[in-house]
C-alpha cells in the first residue's frame, strides 16, 4: 500500500468542524488582506514616508502574496493541509505584532511581505480544502468561505477607528489582530486534512484545458485589480479630494467592506438558485454602474456612498463565482486554484501601485478612473472566457463518496 493510500484509508474527517475552522480561517485572512488601506495614514506618520514611498507596501504585500500562493498550490495537494494552515497563521501573527513597532519603509516592507506571503497559503489551502471537504456541494459553501473573509475585512477599518481613538496610534490594532489570526491555527490543528485523490485522477487523465485556464487567470487579474484597488485607496481618495476627514473616509471605507460582506452573505443563498454565468454578469454590470455614479457625481456624498456601497456588493461574490464556474469545467486541485490567484495576486500587486504613482502627480481623480477602465476590461474578459467556454462543457461528475479519506495530521 502507498503512503498515500495509507494515509487515506484511517483516521476520520470532520467536515463541519473543518468547514468551520476554514470560515475562521478566512476571517483571519480578511483581517490581514484589509491592512494597507486604513492603516496607510498612520504607517506613513510612522516612517515618515510620502503615500507613493508607502505605497511599495502594496507591491510588498502582493507579492509575498503570489511567492505564498506559487508554493502553497503544490503543498496542500502532498502535505496535510491544517498543518500548512496552522503555520502560515503563526508566521501572520509574528509579523503583525512586529509592524508597529518598526520606523523604516525597507524593514517594514519585509514584515508586510511575509504577512502576504501567510496570506497566499491560506487563501489556496481554503479555497481547495473547502471544495474537498464539501465535494458533493461545493458552490454555496465557497460562498460561504469567501463572506467570512468579508466578515474580517470589514472588521479591519472599524480596528482602526477605535485603536485610533482610544490611542492615537495603530500600535494596539495591530497587536489585537496578531492575537486574533492564532486562533484559527489553534482550532485546526487538532483536526484530520482532507486529500482529493479523484480530483487528482482527473488532473492525471487530461481534464483540464490550458487556453481555457489562462482567460481564467487574465480574468481573474482584472476584477481582482479593481477590488484591491478600491479597498486600497477609497480612504486617501476621499480624504485627499476634500471630499471628507478621516473619521469619515474610515467609515466609508468600512462601508465598502461591509457591502462586500453583506454581497458574499447574500451569494451563499443567491449560488443555490443561479448559475455563475449569471452571477458574473450581474457583477460586472453593478461594478460599472457604481464606478460611474461616483465619476459623474464626484464629492457628492450619496454619490460616494451608494457607489463605495455598490462596488462592494458588486464585486463580493466575483472570486467565488469565479472559482464555481472553473470548478464546473475542470478538476480543482491545489495547483490549479494557485494558477487562478496568481491572475489575482498579479492584478492586485499591479493597479493599485500604479495608482499610488498617479495619485500626487495627476490627482486623487485617477483613482476612480482607473478602476473603471480597468472593470470595462474585465467585462470584454468575461465575454471571451464566455464564447471559448461554449467549447468547454461542464466536466462530467463522479458519484460521490461522501465518506471524505483524510491524512493523518
Not at 457604481?290 to 457628492?300: D, Q, V
Not at 478612473?369 to 472566457?385: D, E, T
Request: hydrophobic fraction near 50%; include cysteine; proline fraction near 5%.
Amino acid at each position: 500500500m502507498s503512503e498515500r493510500n495509507r494515509l487515506q484509508s484511517t483516521g476520520t474527517v470532520r467536515p463541519i468542524a473543518s468547514t468551520a475552522g476554514y470560515y475562521l480561517s478566512f476571517i483571519g485572512l480578511g483581517l490581514s488582506m484589509a491592512v494597507l488601506g486604513p492603516a496607510l495614514k498612520g504607517l506613513t506618520e510612522q516612517t515618515g514616508s510620502t503615500l507613493a514611498g508607502i505605497s511599495v507596501l502594496f507591491t510588498a504585500k502582493s507579492l509575498g502574496y503570489l511567492i505564498g500562493i506559487f508554493g502553497g498550490g503544490h503543498l496542500f495537494d502532498r502535505f496535510p493541509g491544517h498543518r500548512l494552515l496552522a503555520g502560515a497563521f503563526v508566521l501572520m501573527a509574528a509579523a503583525f505584532a512586529l509592524v508597529p513597532f518598526v520606523p523604516m519603509v525597507s524593514v517594514l516592507a519585509g514584515l508586510i511581505f511575509l504577512t502576504g506571503f501567510a496570506d497566499g497559503i491560506v487563501d489556496v489551502g481554503g479555497i481547495t480544502l473547502v471544495v474537498w471537504v464539501n465535494r458533493h456541494n461545493p458552490d454555496p459553501y465557497q460562498n460561504g468561505l469567501h463572506f467570512a473573509f468579508g466578515v474580517g475585512a470589514f472588521l479591519w477599518p472599524i480596528i482602526i477607528g477605535w485603536a485610533i481613538m482610544r490611542s492615537g496610534s495603530i500600535e494596539i490594532a495591530f497587536l489585537l489582530v496578531a492575537v486574533m489570526v492564532l486562533v484559527p491555527a489553534l482550532w485546526l490543528i487538532r483536526l484530520h486534512s482532507p486529500v482529493s485523490e479523484h480530483l487528482q485522477d482527473e488532473v492525471e487523465n487530461g481534464k483540464i484545458d490550458p487556453i481555457f485556464v489562462g482567460l481564467l487567470v487574465l480574468f481573474f487579474f482584472t476584477f481582482v485589480a479593481a477590488e484591491s484597488s478600491f479597498g486600497g485607496w477609497i480612504k486617501s481618495y476621499v480624504m485627499e479630494s476634500g471630499f471628507g476627514d478621516e473619521r469619515s473616509a474610515t467609515f466609508l471605507n468600512s462601508a465598502f467592506w461591509g457591502g462586500l460582506t453583506l454581497g458574499r452573505l447574500a451569494g451563499v443563498w443567491i449560488s443555490t438558485r443561479y448559475t455563475p454565468n449569471v452571477m458574473l454578469s450581474a457583477d460586472i454590470f453593478g461594478c460599472l454602474v457604481s464606478l460611474g455614479i461616483m465619476i459623474a457625481f464626484p464629492g457628492n456624498p450619496t454619490a460616494l456612498w451608494i457607489g463605495t456601497i455598490g462596488m462592494g456588493v458588486s464585486v463580493a461574490t466575483m472570486f467565488a463565482t469565479g472559482v464555481n464556474f472553473a470548478e464546473r469545467r475542470m478538476a480543482l486541485t491545489g495547483k490549479v486554484t494557485s494558477m487562478l490567484l496568481v491572475g489575482g495576486s498579479i492584478g492586485s500587486m499591479t493597479l493599485p501601485w500604479l495608482i499610488g504613482q498617479l495619485f500626487e502627480r495627476i490627482g486623487p481623480h485617477v483613482t476612480m478612473y482607473a478602476i473603471f477602465v480597468n472593470m470595462m476590461v474585465s467585462g470584454m474578459m468575461f465575454l471571451v472566457i464566455m464564447a471559448y467556454a461554449r467549447r468547454v462543457p461542464e466536466r462530467l461528475r463522479k458519484p460521490v463518496d461522501k465518506s471524505v479519506p483524510v491524512e493523518i495530521p
